[in-house]
């Protein structure tokens, strides 16, 4: 098991490798695994990649944010500018059913709301409006439908992580609660758990992902 001084060290040089993020201006804390980003950036798109860059660094625990989105002046935008920048972006992007999607924006919070069929329609949403001017935060609240039994979406899932050579699928469990498929068990690394949630959410028809899983 590495060390939280290891740890913070290899963050940040997760952190200095990564080409979308300024190393400089993110501070990296560690306690008992748990890291901690913290400082300004200059938008949400940088944000979230300082976020997925942690994530793939093996041992981290946990993933706490407290960096600022701090808007460069000729970056800011109204919300109704903002507004009308990601119906647009939304509009443009092919795998997206735009209709069906709401906007929201507060503050340059940008609120996606409504029903799609597939979570890859979700995420590519929220991938469509976060790099957009003026943009400091995406809180993604589309619901993905449910379409097929949630018993043939287990088998489903099963066979996928079956099929993923890095992850080890024996230390997975799958269950049913409700209308939610549940993952639990053991993985190595934040970004093994990533990935176990992202295949669950591949399959059709699932509208929900409880992640029990814990990192060793």
Do not use: C
Not at 183 to 193: F, I, P, Q, R, Y
């Amino acid at each position: 098991m590495k060390s939280d001084k290891q740890l913070q060290t290899d963050v940040q040089a997760e952190l200095q490798w990564e080409p979308s993020v300024n190393a400089a201006h993110i501070g990296v804390e560690v306690k008992d695994g748990v890291v901690t980003l913290s400082g300004h950036v200059d938008n949400f798109a940088e944000k979230w990649a300082a976020e997925r860059a942690a994530k793939r660094v093996k041992g981290v625990r946990a993933l706490a944010i407290d960096m600022d989105v701090s808007l460069p002046s000729g970056d800011k935008r109204n919300d109704s500018e903002i507004a009308r920048a990601v119906i647009n972006a939304l509009q443009w992007t092919s795998t997206v059913p735009g209709q069906t999607i709401q906007v929201a924006v507060e503050n340059g919070m940008v609120t996606l709301t409504g029903n799609v069929d597939w979570n890859y329609q979700r995420e590519a949403a929220a991938n469509s409006v976060r790099n957009l001017i003026g943009v400091r935060g995406v809180f993604n609240q589309i619901v993905v439908k449910p379409r097929v039994n949630l018993t043939s979406v287990k088998s489903d899932i099963e066979h996928a992580l079956k099929r993923r050579a890095y992850l080890d699928s024996e230390n997975i469990q799958i269950g049913l609660e409700g209308d939610s498929i549940t993952l639990s068990g053991k993985v190595g690394s934040l970004w093994e758990k990533s990935l176990a949630v992202q295949t669950a959410w591949g399959a059709p028809g699932v509208r929900n992902v409880v992640d029990k899983l814990s990192v060793s």
